[in-house]
């Protein structure tokens, strides 16, 4: 099994400076990437009403 790179605790802006292509997963997914991105991947996706399980998995595929 592949490890994730890309975990729930992780801060978004952190995410998008580390992997520039998951930019357009959070835009597709419709994740608050400005406002939220100073918070987790878990927190923003759970206050964006966002499913935290496809979020990851689409994340893991871009940077793959």
């Known amino acids: 099994m592949v490890k994730a790179l890309v975990t729930k605790d992780m801060i978004i802006n952190d995410v998008i400076r580390k992997y520039p292509k998951t930019m357009k ?23 964006d009403g966002v499913d935290l399980v496809s979020l990851l998995k689409a994340l893991n595929g871009a940077v793959a």
């Open 25 to 47: 997963v959070f835009k597709d997914f419709k994740v608050d990437s400005c406002c939220g991105g100073g918070f987790s991947i878990e927190k923003t996706a759970r206050a």
